[in-house]
């Protein structure tokens, strides 16, 4: 979801490589992420090309990004 918060959209490959996992295990992170509204996932498919799965952050995703970064910041505020 970080990867996701300074671009409109990322493409699937584009993730699945930076993060270097499988295709199976992004697809399922994914899933999740779009079951609970975080992520929409947009396939498209360009005359005869493959089709292109496109991944972007929801406004409820960036809520929930936002609002765990600000405990992890609240955690390290307490390491002394």
Known sequence: MALLSSVEAAD??????TLEVTDGNL????????DHDF???DKTRNRGQRTRTWVQLTDTGRTALDAHVAALRAV???ID
């Open 12 to 17: 699937f490959a584009a993730l699945r490589d």
């Open 27 to 34: 697809n399922r992170h994914l899933t999740v992420l779009a």
């Open 39 to 41: 992520v929409e996932i």
């Open 76 to 78: 390290l505020d307490g």
